[in-house]
């Protein structure tokens, strides 16, 4: 199984900081890599799909990059509505389809 | 609008089974493929099983193969997995989401509120 793996776990930040997330696989898997937000009690959103594919409506502020392991998701100026936990997740593989441990971004 | 509406978690003992929906609308249910996904309290995400539009091709996570089950009804815009032989561990949120695949690039892009397993004696 492809295994990916987040860092870091938590990071706290100010509103308007630059926020970067990174997300290492365990294989080369391409750009099928994907981004989710998820706050609390909701379900999972989709930011960014195929590596650095913005999901329709999400703002532009968010960014992705990256190819074959190593991948980065990028906020350039934190909103308040950000605050929240990010997963990254692998589709190279159709099953099974893993997820990164996830992000937590907290207030500073 | 895509709407997915979970339904049929709750309280369970270990060992007993539980079957869960999935109702769907706003899109045409029948030709998207479809995967659960489930969140333990305080923990991350893990998916764990897929279907295609046609159900002639499911997957499953190591965790849950053999006890669990997918499936789906075209005709009523459903999707379900059926769990048996429930333990503690699978004590879980349960997401289904909408696999959307795009030129072969996979992603779930609009999932469900979630519905509630507990497991617990």
């Known amino acids: 199984d492809i295994q990916m793996t987040q860092s870091p776990s938590s990071l706290s930040a100010s509103v308007g900081d630059r926020v970067t997330i990174t997300c290492r696989a365990s294989q080369s898997i391409s750009t099928y890599l994907n981004w989710y937000q998820q706050k609390p009690g909701k379900a999972p959103k989709l930011l960014i799909y195929?590596?650095?594919s913005l999901q329709s409506g999400v703002p532009s502020r968010f960014s992705g990059s990256g190819s074959g392991t190593d991948f980065t998701l990028t906020i350039s100026s934190l909103q308040p509505e950000d605050f929240a936990t990010y997963y990254c997740q692998q589709s190279y593989s159709v099953s099974p389809r893993t997820f990164g441990q996830g992000t937590k971004v907290e207030i500073k | 609008e895509v709407q997915l509406v979970e339904s049929g978690g709750g309280l369970v003992q270990p060992g007993q089974s539980l079957r869960l929906s999935c109702a769907a609308s706003g899109f045409t249910f029948s030709n998207f493929e479809m995967s659960w996904v489930r969140q333990a309290p305080g923990r991350g995400l893990e998916w764990l099983s897929y279907?295609?539009?046609?159900?002639?091709?499911?997957y499953y996570a190591d965790s849950v193969k053999g006890r669990f089950t997918i499936s789906r009804d075209n005709a009523k815009n459903s999707l379900y997995l059926q769990m048996n032989y429930l333990r503690p561990e699978d004590t879980a949120v349960y997401y289904c989401a909408r696999d959307l695949n795009s030129w072969s690039v996979y992603y779930f892009d609009y999932w469900g509120q979630g519905t509630l397993v507990t497991v617990s004696s």
């Open positions: 279907i295609n539009s046609g159900a002639d091709t499911v």
């Open positions: 195929a590596a650095s």
